[in-house]
């Protein structure tokens, strides 16, 4: 059985999650990359693979409990381990109140919230059998920090995470299972730049001024974060929320 570390990281393909994959890889991470997106998945592996690292692509859905069983009993079967999951899959859309449906609630709920408990849940029996591990999931600095209007579910669950890594930190804490979270501020992503569900780049030109160290954040700015969380330097921190913004909920 190989040595190198193993992470799992949710919704890989793009954003946050690829950068944190490319982080975790340059780290000597084996990166289980999953995704919905099968080929920007597959694209993440191939940039790792490029350089040297190792990863791998699984199709994970953090909506649906069969889809994320099925591929920690693959990861089970294969390495018998893992150190670290990172719980980055999230959808943000823009659904004012007056229009919200039941469905629409239950969806982002279902992904941004209950998603994260489903491969926690997976992860936490596999880390229980390495003796240790670590779990780090993305809130946002709306719902960790500020409310965001017309995005009521994803603030809600963003929120909820708080509550979430709180309660796992306690369950798991006997396994030495250490679980925290990242809320980041404005970062340049596909999600930020939806014109229709976010605020877009004209409003993030606008809000721009407001970080107070004076930019837009890179993806990289919360992988680096992320990665410090999975390593033994936090090894004494587990149900924390740390906001990565740039400083703009300090300046509100
Ligand atoms: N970009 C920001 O400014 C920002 C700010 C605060 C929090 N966040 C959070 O950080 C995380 C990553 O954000 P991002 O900006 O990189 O988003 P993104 O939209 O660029 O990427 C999201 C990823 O999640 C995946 N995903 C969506 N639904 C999924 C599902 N059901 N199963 C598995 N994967 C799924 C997508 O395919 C995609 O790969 C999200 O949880 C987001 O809410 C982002």
Redesign the pocket.
Known sequence: MSEEKIVLI??????????TALAFAKNNYRVVV????EE??QSTVSKIQDDGGLAEFHY?????TE?VNAVFDELESKYGRLESLV??????HRQPLAELSDDQWDNTI???LK?MMRTSRAAAGLMSKNGSGSIIC?????GADVGWAEHVP?TAA?GGIIGLVKGLAMELAPLAVRVNA???????????M?VEH?VGPEGLAAMEPSVPLGR??V?DD?AQVILFLASEQASYMTGQTLTVDGGLTVAL
């Not at 949710?10 to 950068?19: M, Q």
């Not at 993305?138 to 709306?142: D, G």
């Not at 990242?182 to 930020?192: C, E, K, N, Y």
């Open positions: 949710t919704g890989a393909g793009i954003g946050i999650g690829e950068a999953t995704d919905i997106l920007a998945g994970l859905d953090v909506g649906n889809s719980n980055n899959a999230g959808v943000a279902n992904i941004d998603g993305l809130s946002s600095i709306a994803y963003k990242v809320a980041p501020g404005l970062i340049r992503t596909a999600q930020s939806s976010s837009i954040g993806p919360i």
